[in-house]
């Protein structure tokens, strides 16, 4: 009868190897168009629902980092002037960081959770509340 550690073992090896690094929480990579003197995020609907945040909120987060006005037509943002798509994807990386993930364990299971007049962010997987830092 073989011990535990050599059956452990050789379960390890027969086990495949992770074939890709891949994060479970991808943010989606932004596609912009430029029609004159406005540019488009195509995808801005999709960003959205894959941060789970209403479209209004990011919207808004936008228009104030990039001191752009703007709205929200159909899945696209139009905001009023040329901005680069690189530029575009610092700020909703920046959005993510200070409104997606948890301050606490870093993941990205995170509600928007009202109290009063007070709204918080609520993790699902740690449970851990932080403040909510308006726009």
């Known amino acids: 009868?073989?011990?535990?550690?050599?059956?452990?073992?050789?379960?390890?090896?027969?086990?495949?190897?992770?074939?890709?690094?891949?994060?479970?929480?991808?943010i989606p990579d932004v596609v912009?168009?430029?029609?004159?003197n406005k540019t488009l995020i195509r995808n801005f609907a999709d960003i959205a629902t894959t941060l789970r945040r209403e479209p209004n909120h990011l919207?808004?987060?936008?228009?104030?980092?990039?001191?752009?006005?703007?709205?929200?037509?159909?899945?696209?943002l139009i905001l009023q002037r040329k901005l680069t798509s690189r530029l575009i994807q610092e700020k909703v990386n920046s959005y993510v960081k200070d409104f997606v993930y948890c301050k606490i364990c870093?993941?990205?299971?995170?509600?928007?959770?009202?109290?009063?007049?007070?709204?918080f962010i609520q993790?699902?997987?740690?449970?851990g509340r932080s403040p909510y830092k308006h726009i």
């Open 1 to 26: 009868m073989e011990t535990y550690e050599n059956l452990l073992e050789s379960a390890l090896e027969k086990m495949p190897k992770k074939l890709h690094e891949r994060e479970r929480f991808q």
């Open 32 to 36: 912009t168009e430029i029609q004159g």
């Open 59 to 76: 919207a808004k987060y936008m228009f104030k980092e990039l001191a752009s006005p703007g709205n929200i037509q159909g899945s696209a």
């Open 106 to 119: 870093g993941e990205p299971d995170t509600k928007f959770v009202k109290e009063g007049r007070i709204t």
């Open 123 to 127: 993790c699902d997987a740690c449970g």
